[in-house]
């Protein structure tokens, strides 16, 4: 069996540190070989992508292309559908058949994960590790908490040692930036250095993302 790997699957409109940072404490914490970004094409979840799919995968690109053992997987973006994770998990299933999956998600997916298209049946095909801050302890109702009974494992590599099936808690520092406030600076103007990375933050000057449609 190989050495796991990691799944981030979002809109990253744009992709910013509160993305990154976790990221990488989390492949520290669990010895993973690298990290699939993976940017949603049409999310079932949520509105409509402000910027389209060509510069979010430039930006994604861009953020972590000095990174080792990061990379960007565009898989989504060629669909013509909805971006449902249970359909990108069995694609990676297929193409990584000897290798731990490890699909990172934070607490608030966690809390409405039950609303997500089948399921229940994401851990037939990858680990899912729940990233949180130090000391953030939910409680859950059903069909969550029974559901977490039956799949959580704490076991320190445990996500080495089986290809699926099981959910871990992961504590790592939060960063208090979100891609709407993001987006809401730059329209006003404001300074977003340091809150996403510097080649990203200059391709949206660049290209003149988020800013305040001119009136014709």
């Known amino acids: 069996m190989k050495q796991a790997i990691g799944l981030i699957g979002g809109t990253f409109d744009p992709i ?6 976790p990221a990488i404490e989390t492949r520290e914490q669990l010895g993973l070989q690298k990290i ?3 940017p949603n094409s049409i999310p079932p979840h949520r509105d409509t992508p402000h910027s389209c799919a060509e510069h979010r995968l430039k930006m994604a690109r861009l953020a972590i292309r000095d990174v080792e053992g990061f990379e960007v997987d565009d898989r989504e973006l060629k ?44 851990t037939d095909y990858a680990h899912l590790v729940i990233c949180h801050r130090p000391g953030w302890n939910p409680e859950f109702g059903e069909p969550i908490a029974s559901w977490l009974k039956a799949h959580q494992d704490q076991t320190l590599g445990a996500l080495q040692t089986r290809l699926c ?14 891609a709407t406030e993001l987006r809401q600076r730059i329209r006003e103007g404001k300074e ?10 200059d391709y949206i000057r660049q290209q003149g993302l988020y800013r305040p449609t001119r009136p014709q």
Request: include cysteine.
């Open 192 to 201: 977003c250095r340091y809150l996403l990375p510097d080649a990203v933050l």
């Open 79 to 122: 669909r013509l559908k909805p971006s449902y994770t249970i359909d990108t998990l069995q694609s990676l299933r297929a193409e990584y058949p000897d290798t731990p999956l490890c699909f990172l998600m934070g607490m608030d997916s966690l809390l409405s994960l039950a609303s997500w298209h089948r399921w229940e049946e994401l």
């Open 36 to 38: 699939l970004f993976i």
């Open 16 to 21: 910013h540190i509160g993305h990154l940072c």
């Open 165 to 178: 099936g099981l959910v871990q808690f992961v504590e790592n520092r939060t960063f208090d930036i979100s």
